[in-house]
């Protein structure tokens, strides 16, 4: 089967013929009532069987999905009172990394993030998520004002990766991701990052290190993507299945590896399916978070933070 051909195409044709047959129904001179009831049936125990024993490039395809809520999503309908602030202070706005002062039930919190944009403009607008060196140093300033005024940081990540341009380059990608790293490393305030849709390399780093780190369940994040890594290793994108096995990337693999800390449940078949729940399982996880992370010092969250991340790949010797 072709890397990229769609695993769950059975579903989506009888989902389909559900689509048509309610349509034609609504003719009350033709029902269909006996065979919708059959499709749905059929489409319920395809998608058990289909989503119980996903692999690793399956995932990937689903934390891909074009439906799949975006950071402006959550931030209509889980987030209230969002202020966005704007640009680095230093060369420009970037629309692929969005972030500003917001409330979660009655907590007030500052929100960064990825954005991706719906349509090809949009995500022209957006370079699809991948944000620029701006991007990043807008992060750092909007994470700098939250420890100023004593407020928890929340980042979703979702991006294919950091913009490779030549012109991010020029203006020194590498170095502001590494700069957010060490600023967060010393944060003086909780941070709770959340993998919503796909995690990749540096680009997800930049605003990633969290007191808290969350994934929802099919969402994937990887030091490279599945193509990059099978161009590289076999020069051959179309090894890409092999290569998300190989990386490890799905939720279930990093919590087992201690990359992350909790996963968040998503509908079955993904988000996309149930934004509205997806989003409120969110919350609920934020809340909880913000609630635990709420008793700390300064200090206890600097060294809380600092252990958890030296204690990552830590392995032992068996022989």
């Known amino acids: 089967m072709d890397a990229h051909q769609d695993f769950d195409q059975e579903l989506k044709n009888i989902e389909g013929k559900i689509a048509e047959l309610t349509r ?31 692999s690793a490039w399956q995932t990937v395809q689903i934390a ?47 929100l960064i993030g990825h954005q991706k944009g719906r349509t090809v403009e949009d995500n022209v607008k957006m370079n699809f998520g991948m944000a620029s060196p701006d991007g990043y140093r807008k992060a750092l300033r909007i994470m700098k004002l939250a420890e100023k005024y004593r407020l928890p940081v929340i980042s ?17 990608q590498a170095e502001a991701i590494a700069t957010n790293l060490a600023a967060m490393a010393l944060l003086e305030v909780p941070m709770l990052v959340i993998v919503s ?12 290190m969290g007191d808290t780190v969350m994934m929802l369940s099919y969402a994937v994040y990887s030091v490279i993507s599945p193509e990059g890594c099978a161009s590289i290793l076999w020069r051959d994108g179309a090894k890409a299945p092999e290569a998300a096995d190989a990386l490890k990337i799905t939720a279930e693999s990093l919590k087992k590896l201690g990359v992350v800390d909790e996963i968040i449940p998503e509908p079955l078949g993904g988000a996309h ?35 958890k991340y030296a204690d990552i790949g830590r392995w032992k010797n068996w022989w």
């Not at 034609?24 to 989503?51: M, N, P, R, W």
């Not at 979703?156 to 020194?172: C, K, M, S």
């Not at 849709?197 to 990633?208: D, K, M, N, T």
Request: aromatic share 8%; hydrophobic share 35%.
């Open 156 to 172: 979703f990540i979702d991006t294919p990766g950091a913009y490779p341009g030549l012109d991010a380059e020029a203006r020194g």
């Open 197 to 208: 849709g796909e995690g990749g390399s540096g680009g997800a780093l930049g605003i990633g």
């Open 64 to 110: 891909r999905h074009p439906q799949r809520p975006l950071l402006r999503d959550y931030i209509e309908n889980i987030f209230s009172e969002f202020i966005e602030l704007h640009g680095d202070r230093r060369f420009g706005d970037d629309h692929g990394l969005i972030g500003g002062f917001a409330t979660i039930g009655d907590r007030r919190a500052v």
């Open 24 to 54: 034609l129904s609504a003719d009350d001179s033709v029902q269909f009532g006996t065979e919708i009831a059959q499709l749905e049936k059929k489409k319920a125990d395809l998608e058990k069987t289909l989503y119980a024993s996903l």
């Open 273 to 307: 399916r149930d934004p509205r729940q997806t989003m409120e399982n969110v919350k609920t996880a934020l809340l909880k978070g913000l609630k635990k992370h709420a008793r700390f010092s300064p200090k206890k969250l600097v060294e809380t933070r600092y252990e």
